[in-house]
C-alpha cells in the first residue's frame, strides 16, 4: 500500500513538472517567436513604418540667417517709392516688371548709363518692391521710367501684377507731377503685341502724367529686341540733351559694387551655386522652394541621329515642399558649360584665383547686390551669371576702355558703334562674353585692366528655364515629367559653330551621364561637359535644382467637358499630361467628353513623340478620343505646300466649330506663337463664316471664352 502510494506520488510530482517544464517551453517559443515575427516585421516595414528619409532633412544644411535674406531686406526698408527717392537722393527710378529677365537687365543697364553719361543718380525698381498707390507722390523734380514686358496673352510679368491691378482698380488718381518714359518688350507673333505697357502708358495719361517722348516697343519676332532698346535709349537721351538741357560728359566706368577677396574665409562659409529664390510677395505664391530633385527616369525621343528630344522624369517624393499640378510648369536652374568657364577665367588671367573666397559689397545703398555673398569667381562665372548669351552693343562699347591692346580697342568701338558691322560678326561668330575677350584680343593677352564688379554689373543672371509638365498629377503625383527639344542651331549654313542652348543642353549631357535602362553613361554628342555634381555636390547622382510655377493651363473641371488640343512639336507635352488624366479617369467609370488632338510635326519616323502612348491612350479612351496629325516633311496641301497643324484645324474646322458652338468645348494651344496666331486666324474666319458674325461679334466670343477659361493658350517664340 505505502509503495503504491509512492509510486502514485512520484507520478503525481513527476506529471506537475513536466507540465510545468512543458508551459516554460510553451512560452519560451512564443516569446522567441514573437520576437522573431517582430523583427522580421520591423525590417520588412525598414522605411515604411519607420526609420524613413527625413523629407526635411535638406533644411540642416541651409542657412537660416541668410535664407531669403533678400526679403527681409525688402520688409525692413519703405514702401513708398517716392520716400525712397528721396532718402537715397535719387532723380530717376526705373521701374520694371520682367518676367524672364530681359526687362529687369534693360533697366539695370539703362540706370548705369544714364548716369554715367548725364550724371543722374539713378536706381532701379521691382514694380513688387513699392506700393504702386506711391508713385503718385513722386514729386515733378524726379523722372520715372517704366520697362515692362507683356508675358502669354497679353498679361503683365508676376512682379507686375499689383501694378496691374491698381492702374484698372483706381478712378481718382492724380499724376499730374510724374513725368516718364516707357518701353515694352513683346512679340508681334503675340495677338496682344505690348499690351501691357500700351494699357499702363494709357492709364498714366489718363491720371495726369506727362510722357517726355514715345512709348518705345520691342519686338522679338525678328530678334529685334537688343536693337529696339537701343533705338529707344538713343531718343530717351536726346530728349535728355535738347529738351532737359542735361549734359552730357565722357562715359567713363564708375562701380557700383565692390568685390573684395578674403582668403581667411572657409568653403562652407561660400555660396557656390545654390540658386537664389524668387522674391517678391506675388511670385511667393506662385512658385515652390527651389530645391535638388534626383532625375527617376530619361530618354531619347527621337529616332534620328541629328537632333535631340529629351523625356525626363523627376522624382518628387523626398521633397514635400515642391507640389504640382496637372499643367504647371516646371523650373530647371541650368549651369554653364565648363568651356565656357573655363574661357572666361582664363581671358581674365583668373585660373589660378577661381575659387579664392570673394564678397560682394554694393557701394549704393539703393543698389542691392544681385548675386549671394560670399561666393567666389568660379562659381559666379558657372552658377549666377549668363555668360553663355550674345554681347550686346552697348556693353562691347563700355568695354573699349579696358581693352588691353589698340587692335582689341579698334575691333570693340567698330563692333559697338556701328550696327550692321556688329549684325555682319554676330552671324558668323558667337558672340559670348569669354570668346568676345578671346577675339579681340587674339587669345594673345589677358584683360587684367577689366574690373570684375564691371562684369557683375553688366551681364544678366542665369535665370531658370520652365517647361510644360508633360505628366498628370492624379497619375503621378510625386513624378513630374518634361520634354524638351536640345537646342544645338548652325550659327549658319557655312559655319561649323553652333548656338548651344543653355539649358537643354545641360540636360543632355546629365542624360547621357545617367545609367538608365542599362545603357552605359554617355558623351555629349558635341563634347560638351558640365560641373553635373552641382555646388558642393548637391547634384550628385543626377539631380537637378527645379521649382514649380502655378499655371493656368488647366484643364475644365467636369471630366465630360469637350476638349480640343492643338500641339507642335514638343507642345505636346501639357497633352500628354490631360490624355494620361482622362485616360485614368475613364478605367474607374468616369464618363469622359469628346476630345480632338492636333499634332504636327516633321516626320511621323523620326520626331512623332509619345506615338505609342498615344496609341494607348487611343485605345483606352476609344471614341472619346480623335487624333489628328500633320507632317510637314510628308503631307502636302492640295496646292503641293506643306502640311501643318493649322492645315489640319481648318480641314477639320465644321468639328471643331460644332464642338465650340454646340457643347463649348475648351479650346487648347501649345507650340510656337506663330503657329497659335495662325491657327487662331484660320478658325476665326471660319466661325465667322458659319455663324455669319462680323469682327466685332468674333472679338467678343474671344474675350468671352478667354474670361471663362474656355481658351487657353501656352505659347512661346
Same mark, same amino acid.
Not at 578674403?262 to 537664389?276: K, N, Q, R, T, W
Not at 522624369?313 to 558649360?337: C, F, Q, R
Not at 550628385?540 to 512639336?569: D, Q, W
Given at each position: 500500500?505505502?509503495?503504491?502510494?509512492?509510486?502514485?506520488?512520484?507520478?503525481?510530482?513527476?506529471?506537475?513538472?513536466?507540465?510545468?517544464?512543458?508551459?516554460?517551453?510553451?512560452?519560451?517559443?512564443?516569446?522567441?517567436?514573437?520576437?522573431?515575427?517582430?523583427?522580421?516585421?520591423?525590417?520588412?516595414?525598414?522605411?515604411?513604418?519607420?526609420?524613413?528619409?527625413?523629407?526635411?532633412?535638406?533644411?540642416?544644411?541651409?542657412?537660416?540667417?541668410?535664407?531669403?535674406?533678400?526679403?527681409?531686406?525688402?520688409?525692413?526698408?519703405?514702401?513708398?517709392?517716392?520716400?525712397?527717392?528721396?532718402?537715397?537722393?535719387?532723380?530717376?527710378?526705373?521701374?520694371?516688371?520682367?518676367?524672364?529677365?530681359?526687362?529687369?537687365?534693360?533697366?539695370?543697364?539703362?540706370?548705369?548709363?544714364?548716369?554715367?553719361?548725364?550724371?543722374?543718380?539713378?536706381?532701379?525698381?521691382?514694380?513688387?518692391?513699392?506700393?504702386?498707390?506711391?508713385?503718385?507722390?513722386?514729386?515733378?523734380?524726379?523722372?520715372?521710367?517704366?520697362?515692362?514686358?507683356?508675358?502669354?496673352?497679353?498679361?503683365?510679368?508676376?512682379?507686375?501684377?499689383?501694378?496691374?491691378?491698381?492702374?484698372?482698380?483706381?478712378?481718382?488718381?492724380?499724376?499730374?507731377?510724374?513725368?516718364?518714359?516707357?518701353?515694352?518688350?513683346?512679340?508681334?507673333?503675340?495677338?496682344?503685341?505690348?499690351?501691357?505697357?500700351?494699357?499702363?502708358?494709357?492709364?498714366?495719361?489718363?491720371?495726369?502724367?506727362?510722357?517726355?517722348?514715345?512709348?518705345?516697343?520691342?519686338?522679338?519676332?525678328?530678334?529685334?529686341?537688343?536693337?529696339?532698346?537701343?533705338?529707344?535709349?538713343?531718343?530717351?537721351?536726346?530728349?535728355?540733351?535738347?529738351?532737359?538741357?542735361?549734359?552730357?560728359?565722357?562715359?567713363?566706368?564708375?562701380?557700383?559694387?565692390?568685390?573684395?577677396?578674403?582668403?581667411?574665409?572657409?568653403?562652407?562659409?561660400?555660396?557656390?551655386?545654390?540658386?537664389? %529664390?524668387?522674391?517678391?510677395?506675388?511670385?511667393?505664391?506662385?512658385?515652390?522652394?527651389?530645391?535638388?530633385?534626383?532625375?527617376?527616369?530619361?530618354?531619347?525621343?527621337?529616332?534620328?541621329?541629328?537632333?535631340?528630344?529629351?523625356?525626363?522624369?523627376?522624382?518628387?517624393?523626398?521633397?514635400?515642399?515642391?507640389?504640382?499640378?496637372?499643367?504647371?510648369?516646371?523650373?530647371?536652374?541650368?549651369?554653364?558649360?565648363?568651356?565656357?568657364?573655363?574661357?572666361?577665367?582664363?581671358?581674365?588671367?583668373?585660373?589660378?584665383?577661381?575659387?579664392?573666397?570673394?564678397?560682394?559689397?554694393?557701394?549704393?545703398?539703393?543698389?542691392?547686390?544681385?548675386?549671394?555673398?560670399?561666393?567666389?569667381?568660379?562659381?559666379?562665372?558657372?552658377?549666377?551669371?549668363?555668360?553663355?548669351?550674345?554681347?550686346?552693343?552697348?556693353?562691347?562699347?563700355?568695354?573699349?576702355?579696358?581693352?588691353?591692346?589698340?587692335?582689341?580697342?579698334?575691333?570693340?568701338?567698330?563692333?559697338?558703334?556701328?550696327?550692321?558691322?556688329?549684325?555682319?560678326?554676330?552671324?558668323?561668330?558667337?558672340?559670348?562674353?569669354?570668346?568676345?575677350?578671346?577675339?579681340?584680343?587674339?587669345?594673345?593677352?589677358?584683360?587684367?585692366?577689366?574690373?570684375?564688379?564691371?562684369?557683375?554689373?553688366?551681364?544678366?543672371?542665369?535665370?531658370?528655364?520652365?517647361?510644360?509638365?508633360?505628366?498628370?498629377?492624379?497619375?503621378?503625383?510625386?513624378?513630374?515629367?518634361?520634354?524638351?527639344?536640345?537646342?544645338?542651331?548652325?550659327?549658319?549654313?557655312?559655319?561649323?559653330?553652333?548656338?548651344?542652348?543653355?539649358?537643354?543642353?545641360?540636360?543632355?549631357?546629365?542624360?547621357?551621364?545617367?545609367?538608365?535602362?542599362?545603357?552605359?553613361?554617355?558623351?555629349?554628342?558635341?563634347?560638351?561637359?558640365?560641373?553635373?555634381?552641382?555646388?558642393?555636390?548637391?547634384?550628385?547622382?543626377?539631380?537637378?535644382?527645379?521649382?514649380?510655377?502655378?499655371?493656368?493651363?488647366?484643364?475644365?473641371?467636369?471630366?465630360?467637358?469637350?476638349?480640343?488640343?492643338?500641339?507642335?512639336?514638343?507642345?505636346?507635352?501639357?497633352?500628354?499630361?490631360?490624355?494620361?488624366?482622362?485616360?485614368?479617369?475613364?478605367?474607374?467609370?468616369?464618363?469622359?467628353?469628346?476630345?480632338?488632338?492636333?499634332?504636327?510635326?516633321?516626320?511621323?519616323?523620326?520626331?512623332?513623340?509619345?506615338?505609342?502612348?498615344?496609341? %494607348?491612350?487611343?485605345?483606352?479612351?476609344?471614341?472619346?478620343?480623335?487624333?489628328?496629325?500633320?507632317?510637314?516633311?510628308?503631307?502636302?496641301?492640295?496646292?503641293?505646300?506643306?502640311?501643318?497643324? %493649322?492645315?489640319?484645324?481648318?480641314?477639320?474646322?465644321?468639328?471643331?466649330?460644332?464642338?465650340?458652338?454646340?457643347?463649348?468645348?475648351?479650346?487648347?494651344?501649345?507650340?510656337?506663337?506663330?503657329?497659335?496666331?495662325?491657327?487662331?486666324?484660320?478658325?476665326?474666319?471660319?466661325?465667322?463664316?458659319?455663324?455669319?458674325?462680323?469682327?466685332?461679334?468674333?472679338?467678343?466670343?474671344?474675350?468671352?471664352?478667354?474670361?471663362?477659361?474656355?481658351?487657353?493658350?501656352?505659347?512661346?517664340?
Amino acid at each position: 500500500m505505502a509503495t503504491s502510494f509512492i509510486s502514485y506520488a512520484v507520478s503525481a510530482n513527476t506529471l506537475s513538472d513536466l507540465a510545468k517544464l512543458s508551459q516554460s517551453i510553451a512560452l519560451d517559443d512564443i516569446a522567441v517567436l514573437s520576437v522573431i515575427a517582430l523583427g522580421t516585421a520591423g525590417y520588412l516595414l525598414r522605411g515604411i513604418a519607420w526609420d524613413k528619409p527625413d523629407p526635411y532633412h535638406h533644411v540642416w544644411f541651409e542657412r537660416p540667417q541668410e535664407k531669403d535674406a533678400a526679403g527681409r531686406q525688402t520688409k525692413k526698408e519703405t514702401r513708398n517709392i517716392a520716400q525712397k527717392l528721396e532718402e537715397a537722393g535719387k532723380d530717376l527710378v526705373i521701374f520694371w516688371g520682367s518676367q524672364s529677365g530681359t526687362a529687369e537687365g534693360f533697366a539695370n543697364r539703362l540706370a548705369r548709363e544714364c548716369h554715367l553719361r548725364f550724371g543722374l543718380d539713378t536706381m532701379t525698381a521691382d514694380l513688387s518692391d513699392y506700393d504702386s498707390e506711391t508713385i503718385a507722390l513722386i514729386p515733378s523734380t524726379k523722372l520715372a521710367f517704366f520697362i515692362i514686358s507683356t508675358y502669354g496673352e497679353g498679361d503683365p510679368s508676376d512682379n507686375a501684377a499689383a501694378f496691374w491691378g491698381w492702374i484698372h482698380k483706381s478712378s481718382d488718381v492724380s499724376l499730374s507731377n510724374l513725368r516718364y518714359m516707357a518701353f515694352g518688350l513683346g512679340n508681334r507673333n503675340y495677338k496682344y503685341y505690348n499690351r501691357v505697357i500700351d494699357v499702363v502708358t494709357e492709364a498714366l495719361d489718363k491720371f495726369g502724367a506727362s510722357a517726355l517722348s514715345p512709348v518705345g516697343r520691342a519686338d522679338d519676332s525678328t530678334g529685334a529686341t537688343e536693337e529696339d532698346f537701343m533705338d529707344w535709349k538713343e531718343s530717351l537721351f536726346a530728349v535728355f540733351r535738347k529738351d532737359l538741357q542735361y549734359e552730357e560728359k565722357e562715359v567713363l566706368y564708375e562701380p557700383t559694387l565692390s568685390v573684395i577677396e578674403d582668403d581667411s574665409m572657409d568653403i562652407i562659409d561660400l555660396h557656390v551655386g545654390e540658386p537664389v %529664390q524668387q522674391r517678391g510677395k506675388s511670385k511667393a505664391a506662385s512658385y515652390s522652394p527651389i530645391q535638388a530633385v534626383p532625375v527617376k527616369h530619361s530618354k531619347e525621343l527621337f529616332t534620328t541621329s541629328d537632333r535631340n528630344c529629351l523625356h525626363m522624369e523627376l522624382d518628387l517624393s523626398h521633397n514635400p515642399e515642391i507640389k504640382y499640378k496637372t499643367g504647371d510648369h516646371l523650373a530647371v536652374w541650368p549651369t554653364n558649360s565648363d568651356i565656357e568657364v573655363d574661357r572666361l577665367l582664363r581671358v581674365l588671367g583668373l585660373t589660378k584665383r577661381g575659387s579664392v573666397p570673394i564678397s560682394i559689397l554694393s557701394l549704393d545703398p539703393a543698389i542691392k547686390t544681385r548675386i549671394p555673398t560670399p561666393t567666389n569667381v568660379e562659381s559666379v562665372f558657372r552658377y549666377y551669371l549668363e555668360i553663355c548669351s550674345p554681347v550686346p552693343r552697348d556693353t562691347i562699347l563700355s568695354l573699349v576702355q579696358f581693352a588691353p591692346t589698340p587692335s582689341a580697342k579698334l575691333l570693340l568701338s567698330n563692333l559697338g558703334k556701328d550696327k550692321d558691322a556688329y549684325a555682319e560678326f554676330l552671324s558668323h561668330n558667337v558672340l559670348t562674353i569669354g570668346r568676345l575677350l578671346e577675339i579681340a584680343s587674339e587669345g594673345c593677352s589677358t584683360w587684367d585692366n577689366l574690373p570684375l564688379s564691371f562684369l557683375l554689373e553688366v551681364l544678366p543672371l542665369v535665370n531658370p528655364r520652365y517647361y510644360s509638365i508633360s505628366s498628370s498629377s492624379i497619375v503621378q503625383p510625386r513624378q513630374a515629367a518634361i520634354t524638351a527639344v536640345v537646342s544645338t542651331d548652325r550659327l549658319c549654313e557655312d559655319s561649323n559653330q553652333r548656338i548651344f542652348g543653355l539649358t537643354t543642353n545641360y540636360l543632355l549631357a546629365l542624360k547621357q551621364s545617367l545609367n538608365h535602362e542599362g545603357n552605359c553613361a554617355q558623351p555629349h554628342p558635341h563634347g560638351l561637359t558640365y560641373a553635373l555634381n552641382g555646388p558642393g555636390n548637391a547634384l550628385e547622382n543626377g539631380k537637378l535644382f527645379v521649382n514649380i510655377r502655378k499655371s493656368k493651363f488647366k484643364l475644365p473641371f467636369m471630366a465630360a467637358h469637350p476638349l480640343i488640343m492643338v500641339a507642335a512639336g514638343t507642345g505636346i507635352a501639357p497633352f500628354r499630361a490631360f490624355l494620361q488624366e482622362r485616360a485614368r479617369l475613364k478605367t474607374v467609370g468616369r464618363e469622359i467628353g469628346k476630345m480632338i488632338l492636333f499634332f504636327g510635326c516633321r516626320n511621323a519616323n523620326e520626331d512623332f513623340i509619345y506615338r505609342e502612348e498615344l496609341e %494607348q491612350m487611343q485605345e483606352t479612351l476609344g471614341d472619346a478620343l480623335k487624333i489628328v496629325t500633320a507632317f510637314s516633311r510628308q503631307d502636302k496641301n492640295a496646292d503641293g505646300s506643306k502640311m501643318y497643324v %493649322q492645315d489640319r484645324v481648318e480641314e477639320h474646322a465644321a468639328e471643331v466649330c460644332g464642338l465650340l458652338n454646340e457643347s463649348n468645348a475648351n479650346f487648347y494651344i501649345c507650340g510656337s506663337a506663330t503657329m497659335a496666331r495662325e491657327v487662331t486666324k484660320r478658325l476665326g474666319d471660319e466661325l465667322k463664316e458659319g455663324n455669319e458674325w462680323g469682327d466685332e461679334r468674333l472679338r467678343e466670343w474671344s474675350e468671352r471664352e478667354k474670361r471663362l477659361n474656355r481658351w487657353q493658350e501656352d505659347v512661346w517664340g
